[in-house]
């Protein structure tokens, strides 16, 4: 393992993961963060594909010290599998933080370049990015400060990892999204992206231009400046609870000056807008979800319900619209208005009911930082429980890519009905990756544990506590008890 860089070399953007790692780091510092990280851990999954697994499973980590103060780093490989996210590359990522938890470092530092969830192994990489950016929020939580580099492109969901950071930073030429620019042209069209023009697609993902809508800072690519930057960053943080009301802040006001420009264009804004109270037979999904018939909406939007007499909490699904700024931004007032300064002797528990079509993927979307917005409710929701919320998921419907692993895939227990699905990845996607044809991709998102939508195909990599065919008054009670006890039965939380 290298030790440390230094003149002649001043950039980091050529540099392999090691030696990026090595490049910002004081001279003889460098080591193994554990033996289980530093032992082989190569992808189970891959084989199958005809693709040969790598020891690291494509991502580095390791502990340094940065102008003398102890930090731990992860570093993405974007030359194998284009730094997607495996189930091993997302358990490293878990482990990481975890133990950034016991050691207390001086920070976590994250170069990242990814495509975000690797589609050859899609539920249980998608459960294992689920899984890293609930630890990162906690390591926030834990006032360890975590900093992210984008030293390549970031995508899908490793953008929503890199925005839940306290600090997000790109170096020149590279760009950052949640939906890729195929994405958004194939459901849209070309009349709203072209994926091949590379001058549009810089002026939406590109550094200069998230820099410049305030959603990211830019850094030159200069080792020392880097370095200057995690220990300046490292010194400054301030508590999670600040900046999680700070970030709500600023991106409520994103959001009302994009409507503003909108208006003044005669322009749509971003997202479907929603009739002030909503119809409480139209939230439910058909009769499956009696839950809304004995609570009332405390917010005019009708995201958030209250059971009534007692202390239970009930999130409205996004149903058949899409989960975007707009109706992320609408659910976390709600959630922070009602729940994050809460003093009742009664314990409160949080159910967080997951169906939707997936995140909105808009040129709209984009320009305001959806993965960004994504990023800020899965830290509203990691606010609530560190401040004693239990927080429950329950996949009622579909749920779909980021809109899920951002919203009731955070919560530290989830059943689901079972008749949910889980879409990782479109089939359409998986078979431009996989190029399997339409037919046997057909076949294997009906019963691959890998591939596979019907919940139960989820549940079999542990991303399902337990699989019901109804939710009524007496099955809640019972979830709630169980989950006030830690009952064993719901073991996800990772």
């Given at each position: 393992m290298p030790t440390s860089y230094r003149l002649p070399i001043t950039s980091l953007r050529p540099l392999a993961p090691i030696d990026r790692i090595a490049a910002i780091a004081d001279a003889n510092s460098i080591g193994a963060v554990v033996?289980?990280?530093?032992?082989?851990?190569?992808?189970?999954?891959?084989?199958?594909?005809?693709?040969?697994?790598r020891d690291?499973?494509?991502i580095v980590v390791a502990r340094l010290r940065v102008h003398g103060r102890q930090v731990l780093a992860a570093a993405q490989d974007v030359r194998f599998l284009g730094g997607s996210v495996g189930a091993k590359h997302g358990e490293a990522l878990v482990r990481l933080f975890e133990q950034a938890r016991e050691e207390r470092p001086a920070a976590v530092v994250l170069l990242l370049a990814s495509g975000g969830v690797r589609l050859h192994e899609a539920n249980p990489a998608e459960l294992a990015l689920a899984r890293a950016l609930r630890g990162l929020l906690d390591t926030r939580v834990a006032g360890i400060p975590v900093l992210t580099l984008a030293v390549g492109d970031v995508?899908?969901?490793?953008?929503?990892?890199?925005?839940?950071?306290?600090?997000?930073?790109?170096?020149?030429?590279?760009?950052?999204?949640?939906?890729?620019?195929?994405?958004?042209?194939?459901?849209?069209?070309?009349?709203?992206?072209?994926?091949?023009?590379?001058d549009d697609v810089d002026k939406l993902f590109g550094e200069k231009a998230r820099a410049a809508a305030g959603q990211v800072e830019l850094l030159v690519d200069d080792i020392e400046a880097i370095r200057s930057w995690i220990a300046l960053a490292a010194r400054t943080q301030r508590s999670f609870d600040v900046e999680v009301l700070a970030m709500h802040a600023r991106l409520g006001a994103r959001l009302a000056a994009a409507e503003s420009n909108a208006t003044a264009r005669n322009q749509p804004t971003t997202g479907q807008r929603k009739p002030l109270f909503v119809d409480r037979?139209?939230?439910?999904?058909?009769?499956?979800?009696?839950?809304?018939?004995?609570?009332?909406?405390?917010?005019?939007?009708?995201?958030?319900?209250?059971?009534?007499?007692?202390?239970?909490?009930?999130?409205?699904?996004?149903?058949?619209?899409?989960?975007?700024?707009?109706?992320?931004?609408?659910?976390?007032?709600?959630?922070?208005?009602?729940?994050?300064?809460n003093k009742s002797e009664q314990a409160q528990t949080l159910i967080v009911i997951e169906d939707s079509s997936g995140h909105e993927a808009t040129r709209s979307a984009e320009a305001a930082g959806v993965a960004q917005y994504l990023a800020h409710h899965a830290a509203v929701l990691a606010l609530l429980r560190a401040r004693g919320v239990r927080v429950?998921?329950?996949?009622?419907?579909?749920?779909?890519?980021?809109?899920?692993?951002?919203?009731?895939?955070?919560?530290?227990?989830?059943?689901?009905?079972?008749?949910?699905?889980?879409?990782?990845?479109?089939?359409?996607?998986?078979?431009?990756?996989?190029?399997?044809?339409?037919?046997?991709?057909?076949?294997?998102?009906?019963s691959d544990p890998l591939l596979g939508q019907p919940v139960s195909c989820f549940a079999r990599t542990g991303g399902v506590s337990e699989i019901l065919s109804v939710i009524d008054d007496s099955t809640l009670a019972e979830l709630v008890a169980r989950a006030s006890a830690g009952s064993g039965v719901f073991g996800i939380t990772g």
């Amino acid at each position: 393992m290298p030790t440390s860089y230094r003149l002649p070399i001043t950039s980091l953007r050529p540099l392999a993961p090691i030696d990026r790692i090595a490049a910002i780091a004081d001279a003889n510092s460098i080591g193994a963060v554990v033996a289980a990280l530093a032992s082989p851990r190569p992808s189970p999954h891959l084989a199958r594909w005809g693709i040969v697994a790598r020891d690291d499973d494509g991502i580095v980590v390791a502990r340094l010290r940065v102008h003398g103060r102890q930090v731990l780093a992860a570093a993405q490989d974007v030359r194998f599998l284009g730094g997607s996210v495996g189930a091993k590359h997302g358990e490293a990522l878990v482990r990481l933080f975890e133990q950034a938890r016991e050691e207390r470092p001086a920070a976590v530092v994250l170069l990242l370049a990814s495509g975000g969830v690797r589609l050859h192994e899609a539920n249980p990489a998608e459960l294992a990015l689920a899984r890293a950016l609930r630890g990162l929020l906690d390591t926030r939580v834990a006032g360890i400060p975590v900093l992210t580099l984008a030293v390549g492109d970031v995508f899908g969901g490793a953008s929503v990892v890199a925005c839940a950071s306290d600090r997000v930073a790109l170096l020149p030429e590279t760009r950052l999204g949640l939906s890729g620019p195929k994405v958004i042209e194939m459901v849209h069209g070309r009349d709203e992206l072209e994926a091949d023009d590379a001058d549009d697609v810089d002026k939406l993902f590109g550094e200069k231009a998230r820099a410049a809508a305030g959603q990211v800072e830019l850094l030159v690519d200069d080792i020392e400046a880097i370095r200057s930057w995690i220990a300046l960053a490292a010194r400054t943080q301030r508590s999670f609870d600040v900046e999680v009301l700070a970030m709500h802040a600023r991106l409520g006001a994103r959001l009302a000056a994009a409507e503003s420009n909108a208006t003044a264009r005669n322009q749509p804004t971003t997202g479907q807008r929603k009739p002030l109270f909503v119809d409480r037979d139209a939230v439910a999904t058909g009769q499956r979800l009696p839950l809304f018939v004995d609570s009332d909406a405390v917010d005019q939007s009708g995201w958030l319900w209250k059971v009534r007499g007692r202390p239970i909490w009930i999130t409205r699904p996004a149903g058949a619209s899409t989960f975007g700024p707009r109706q992320a931004h609408a659910l976390d007032t709600a959630l922070l208005a009602q729940l994050s300064g809460n003093k009742s002797e009664q314990a409160q528990t949080l159910i967080v009911i997951e169906d939707s079509s997936g995140h909105e993927a808009t040129r709209s979307a984009e320009a305001a930082g959806v993965a960004q917005y994504l990023a800020h409710h899965a830290a509203v929701l990691a606010l609530l429980r560190a401040r004693g919320v239990r927080v429950l998921g329950l996949l009622a419907g579909v749920g779909h890519s980021a809109a899920f692993f951002a919203n009731a895939l955070q919560a530290p227990f989830l059943c689901a009905l079972d008749t949910a699905r889980v879409i990782a990845m479109d089939p359409a996607a998986i078979a431009r990756v996989t190029r399997l044809d339409a037919a046997r991709v057909g076949a294997l998102i009906e019963s691959d544990p890998l591939l596979g939508q019907p919940v139960s195909c989820f549940a079999r990599t542990g991303g399902v506590s337990e699989i019901l065919s109804v939710i009524d008054d007496s099955t809640l009670a019972e979830l709630v008890a169980r989950a006030s006890a830690g009952s064993g039965v719901f073991g996800i939380t990772g």
